[in-house]
């Protein structure tokens, strides 16, 4: 039995492996295509400014912890200085609540003395406290990006 090739001159064979090729090579190319417009778009996560404006010191009774809801953290006068704490827990992301003395999370049970110290519970380490500046238009303006020291605080 003898295989001639049809009559147009391409076997059957040939013609699938050449479709075969040429779905490949068009998908290969779309893909390539799909990946760069992919590139070109840019992959940024528009997070909130970590700075903001908390009033002004006049708002702030002397001897008062306010709790900035919207923000998370504590914002402490004494006198004429202003300090501010961090009031996401250490441990897993929950809101601290204020205590009696110091602050409480309600969700682990850790417990920061009134310095944002750990005292006890799972929390890794205490809470942070955050930069406090005045802005140009005498507001106390909080950078949460700029952690400082306990004993740093803004004098007014």
Same mark, same amino acid.
């Given at each position: 039995m003898n295989? /001639?090739p049809?009559?147009n %001159?391409v076997p059957r064979?040939?013609?699938?492996?050449?479709?075969?090729?040429w779905? *490949?090579a068009?998908?290969?190319?779309?893909?390539?295509a799909?990946?760069?417009?992919?590139?070109?778009?840019?992959?940024?996560l528009?997070e909130?400014?970590q700075?903001?404006? *908390?009033g002004?010191?006049?708002?702030?009774?002397?001897?008062s912890?306010t709790?900035? @809801?919207d923000e998370? $953290?504590?914002l402490?006068?004494?006198?004429?200085?202003?300090?501010? /704490?961090?009031?996401?827990?250490t441990?897993l992301?929950?809101? $601290?609540?204020r205590?009696?003395?110091g602050y409480?999370?309600p969700?682990?049970?850790s417990?920061?003395?009134?310095? %944002?110290?750990v @005292?006890? %519970?799972?929390?890794?380490h %205490?809470l942070?406290w955050?930069? $406090?500046t005045?802005?140009?238009?005498?507001?106390l303006?909080?950078d949460k990006? @700029?952690v $400082?020291?306990?004993?740093?605080?803004?004098v007014v």
């Amino acid at each position: 039995m003898n295989h /001639l090739p049809p009559p147009n %001159g391409v076997p059957r064979r040939s013609f699938f492996q050449l479709t075969l090729g040429w779905l *490949a090579a068009t998908f290969a190319t779309a893909a390539s295509a799909v990946a760069a417009v992919r590139f070109l778009v840019p992959n940024v996560l528009y997070e909130p400014s970590q700075r903001f404006k *908390a009033g002004k010191p006049d708002d702030y009774p002397d001897g008062s912890v306010t709790f900035l @809801e919207d923000e998370r $953290v504590f914002l402490l006068r004494k006198g004429n200085t202003f300090r501010c /704490l961090s009031a996401v827990c250490t441990h897993l992301g929950c809101t $601290v609540n204020r205590a009696d003395r110091g602050y409480h999370c309600p969700c682990h049970g850790s417990v920061f003395s009134d310095q %944002g110290k750990v @005292e006890s %519970g799972p929390a890794p380490h %205490g809470l942070p406290w955050f930069l $406090v500046t005045l802005s140009k238009d005498d507001r106390l303006l909080v950078d949460k990006s @700029e952690v $400082v020291p306990a004993d740093k605080y803004l004098v007014v």
